[in-house]
């Protein structure tokens, strides 16, 4: 539950169902609709466009569909205006919590995370008040079994590509974080040297994680980051609960 949402560990689960892919499908389509809305369709200009299709692309989404996105965001196609927003929260027991979301509609988008909050002892809060307990980090993820390079090799071309920590979140997969404006940079290091991200982006990591003792408030935490999860809104979910 710690770090950031499912994105990065979902690919390792057994394959995913069809309503599930529907799902993700959907929500990786808007975020790409909204980075190419922002700074135009073209992938080599658009850092944040490329992420986006990088990340559908890691999914397996039809081309198709990427290419529909697009033109959505560029006008070229008909579809709702969305729109990113950050909504900063507590869960059970004073969990620091951080949902990005791309919508059509804020205000309703508030309402139901609201709803969805207080079922299960969490809070909305005012703008500032959660993001303190996070920095703003680039993450890349890579995987040991679709790299040929060691551990120890791995962990030293990253730090000299600039990363500024690293964190294994198994023991094949490699967690590598930098400062936003070195993503790109680290990504392209790592591709040179024929390593290729799993996954690259921008999160919010926690300053310091705490632990959750309490057995009924892990099981509301976890019913609630589920809940959030499976909103249609929500692409990402930041906490500060250590594991």
Request: glycine share 6%; no cysteine; net charge neutral.
């Amino acid at each position: 539950m710690s770090g950031h949402s499912k994105w990065s560990q979902i690919k390792h689960k057994k394959a995913l169902t069809d309503a599930k892919k529907g799902k993700i499908f959907s929500k990786l389509a808007r975020l790409i609709t909204v980075a190419a809305r922002q700074k135009g369709g073209d992938l080599s200009t658009n850092s944040q466009l490329r992420l986006a299709v990088e990340k559908a692309r890691s999914f397996n989404m039809p081309s198709e569909n990427i290419e529909r996105a697009i033109k959505k965001g560029t006008g070229e196609a008909e579809g709702e205006k969305m729109e990113e927003m950050l909504i900063e929260a507590y869960g059970p027991s004073g969990v620091a919590l951080m949902i990005e979301a791309v919508t059509d509609n804020k205000n309703r988008t508030v309402s139901e995370i609201k709803f969805l909050l207080n079922q299960r002892g969490g809070k909305m809060a005012e703008a500032g008040s959660v993001a303190w307990l996070f920095d703003r980090r680039g993450a890349l993820t890579i995987s040991l079994v679709n790299s040929k390079i060691s551990k120890d090799d791995l962990e030293l071309l990253a730090i000299d590509s600039g990363a500024q920590d690293l964190k294994w979140l198994d023991g094949d997969t490699l967690e590598i974080y930098t400062i936003p404006e070195d993503l790109e940079k680290i990504k392209k290091a790592l591709e040179a040297k024929n390593i290729r991200p799993e996954s690259a982006g921008l999160i919010w990591l926690a300053k310091t994680l705490i632990p959750l003792n309490n057995e009924k408030d892990k099981n509301s935490l976890e019913a609630l980051l589920n809940e959030l999860d499976e909103h249609p809104d929500v692409q990402e979910i930041y906490s500060n609960i250590k594991e």
